[in-house]
């Protein structure tokens, strides 16, 4: 079985700051990581997702995150925000051989002004 | 670019009542996944369809049942409602081929409020 922990539930950053939004699993197989993003009344979107390779992705929006398989984590980072960040976040896994998604419980982004 | 379709996107039932929620995959998509996402929760996985054929079942209560028609749509019957099937029901459609490697694509949603 898998799990995915998002460590922080909400995240406030101010406007142009950076952020890190941090996903860390746990599986007995490997792994596809994902990260979508739900902006309010609105279905997920996939923001960059690993499948192999360079361990540094990089997605829409700015957006980029890297695995790191001794720490078993996938942290989504973007250097500078913008009000239109403002949703919530999340993390899945989905094993090898396996179609289904598991997600974590979501961090929700807010930038402040 | 054409998304995937759900309907109704909001509805509203009494408990013990039915609820059908229709999904129309992108075209020449051919599978079909069901999550469930409680208010304030992560989203869940209960079923998927390739090609016609339930392909992977998760956390789908035995008053739920769904199927992929001819076409590709997928219905997702409940019954019995209770109000814990209080939920947003997403539908998602991946490409044919390598489907674990695919993205699932999402739809917006059906909102589901039982009273």
């Known amino acids: 079985a898998q799990s995915v922990t998002q460590l922080d539930s909400q995240v406030p950053v101010f406007e142009e700051a950076p952020v890190e939004l941090r996903c860390n699993y746990s599986?007995?197989?490997?792994?596809?990581l994902f990260w979508y993003v739900q902006y309010p009344n609105q279905g997920l979107q996939l923001l960059l997702k690993?499948?192999?390779?360079?361990?540094l992705v990089k997605g829409i929006n700015g957006f980029e995150a890297e695995f790191n398989k001794s720490q078993t984590s996938f942290h989504l980072r973007k250097p500078s925000v913008h009000i239109s960040d403002t949703a919530e976040y999340f993390c899945?896994?989905?094993?090898?051989?396996?179609?289904?998604?598991?997600f974590g419980t979501g961090t929700r982004l807010t930038i402040i002004p | 670019a054409a998304g995937v379709i759900q309907s109704p996107r909001h509805l509203i039932k009494e408990k013990r009542e039915t609820a059908t929620l229709k999904c129309y995959p992108i075209?020449?998509?051919?599978?079909v996944y069901w999550y469930q996402q409680g208010p304030g929760q992560d989203p869940q996985f209960l079923i998927s369809?390739?090609?016609?054929?339930?392909?992977d079942k998760g956390s789908i209560p035995d008053r739920f049942s769904a199927q992929q028609f001819s076409d590709y749509h997928s219905e997702l019957n409940m019954s019995s409602l209770e109000l814990g099937d209080s939920a947003l029901y997403f539908c998602?459609?991946?490409?044919?081929?390598?489907?674990?490697?695919?993205?699932?694509?999402f739809g917006p949603g059906t909102r589901l409020t039982v009273l």
């Open positions: 690993y499948l192999s390779g360079s361990t």
């Open positions: 899945a896994v989905r094993p090898f051989g396996n179609e289904k998604l598991t």
């Open positions: 369809f390739y090609e016609k054929m339930q392909s």
């Open positions: 998602a459609s991946t490409l044919p081929g390598g489907r674990e490697r695919n993205e699932q694509f």
């Open positions: 599986s007995s197989v490997s792994v596809y």
């Open positions: 075209p020449r998509h051919d599978t």
